[in-house]
């Protein structure tokens, strides 16, 4: 019997047991004598995340027709994974907060949440060592180093407002679409399955990714968001988002030059306006029109496998990342 996730909408009801072995494969492996290892991860694993990538795993390899339980312990270890990124992340933007809680980083410094990413980073190769798959490791590895290289690039470009869409749209292929890719891909390789499907649920991971990114930016410049999400958080950390790339783009030069000094000062009161100016020039539309235009890809990409209660799980899914407070 399916129920429904309260809090995404997302029926998961096909896949709610394996998700349940997850969570305690989550919980189990950071067990450590080392007390501060627990109380960190304990914090960030118990912060609300909805565990969206093993879900999109375990529901590509079932659709592949993978009925083994290998799927749990890779998906998994791609939480672990994501989970140390958003512990580096905090350290790297200041952060103050994470899913509407105080982060790690306030709670227990930099070095411990340094230190604790690491441990959890480690710990996911550790999961996918004792499975034995070179493919799904060597791919992993990959991936790794591409999402080291999105947040460095970010990082490098802190401050500055005049980022083409090009520059940004592969910041976050890197960061973030190329997880989410990886973990339909996964599934199509533990499912053994032809190269254009593998292809195709890679495909499908990644216009789900980038579109997953784009509301994500999107909602931070909602004053009011039901995910967590701390208005105005990527503008006072100075990171130029479509909503505000777009807006600078279309803005006439009194415009801009407003932009540019709003966004050297990055306060509160100027956050505000540059909301104002967004508003005006359609940013967030823009934004959310690409985010559905990359699930209307997504979808498609799911067209050469047949009906079945994976694929509209898959389907479901997709839909809910344009539908998140929208």
């Known amino acids: 019997m399916e129920e429904k996730d309260k809090q995404s909408g997302v029926e998961l009801g096909l896949i709610s047991q394996e998700l349940a072995e997850v969570e305690e494969i989550l919980y189990k492996e950071c067990r450590s004598e080392a007390r501060l290892i627990f109380q960190v991860s304990d914090h960030i694993l118990k912060s609300g995340g909805k565990r969206f990538r093993p879900?999109?795993?375990?529901?590509?390899?079932?659709?592949?027709?993978?009925?083994?339980?290998?799927?749990?312990?890779?998906?998994?270890?791609?939480?672990?994974?994501?989970?140390?990124?958003?512990?580096?992340?905090?350290?790297?933007?200041?952060?103050?907060?994470?899913?509407?809680?105080?982060?790690?980083?306030?709670?227990w410094g930099n070095q411990a949440s340094v230190l604790v990413g690491d441990y959890l980073l480690f710990k996911a190769f550790q999961l996918i060592l004792a499975l034995k798959n070179v493919r799904i490791l060597n791919l992993l590895n990959e991936i790794a180093l591409q999402m080291a290289e999105g947040e460095a690039f970010q990082l490098e470009r802190r401050g500055e407002i005049e980022i083409s869409e090009a520059e940004y749209f592969s910041t976050i292929i890197d960061k973030t679409a190329s997880l989410i890719s990886a973990s339909c891909q996964i599934g199509a390789i533990l499912g053994e399955a032809s190269l254009k499907e593998e292809e195709a649920l890679a495909d499908f991971g990644l216009n789900v990714g980038i579109a997953f990114q784009l509301v994500d930016d999107a909602l931070d410049y909602r004053v009011s968001s039901?995910?967590?999400?701390?208005?105005?958080?990527?503008?006072?950390?100075?990171?130029?988002?479509?909503p505000l790339i777009r807006?600078?783009?279309?803005?006439?030069?009194?415009?801009?030059?407003?932009?540019?000094?709003?966004?050297?000062?990055?306060?509160?009161?100027?956050?505000?306006?540059?909301?104002?100016?967004?508003?005006?020039?359609?940013?967030?539309?823009?934004?959310?029109?690409?985010?559905?235009?990359?699930?209307?890809?997504?979808?498609?990409?799911?067209?050469?496998?047949?009906?079945?209660?994976?694929?509209?799980?898959?389907?479901?899914?997709?839909?809910?990342?344009?539908?998140?407070d929208y």
């Open 55 to 107: 879900a999109l795993l375990i529901l590509s390899s079932r659709l592949c027709g993978f009925k083994g339980k290998e799927a749990v312990y890779y998906g998994a270890a791609i939480e672990y994974a994501h989970t140390a990124t958003l512990l580096h992340d905090d350290v790297v933007d200041e952060a103050r907060m994470r899913r509407g809680k105080i982060s790690a980083n306030q709670l």
């Open 247 to 324: 807006a600078y783009r279309l803005g006439n030069e009194h415009q801009k030059s407003r932009l540019r000094q709003l966004f050297e000062r990055r306060d509160q009161e100027a956050f505000l306006e540059v909301l104002s100016i967004i508003e005006e020039l359609k940013g967030l539309e823009y934004t959310m029109e690409k985010a559905r235009q990359y699930i209307n890809t997504a979808k498609k990409n799911l067209a050469i496998f047949p009906d079945s209660p994976y694929k509209t799980a898959l389907d479901r899914m997709a839909d809910f990342v344009v539908e998140r």
């Open 226 to 242: 039901r995910w967590g999400k701390e208005p105005g958080k990527d503008f006072m950390e100075g990171k130029a988002t479509l």
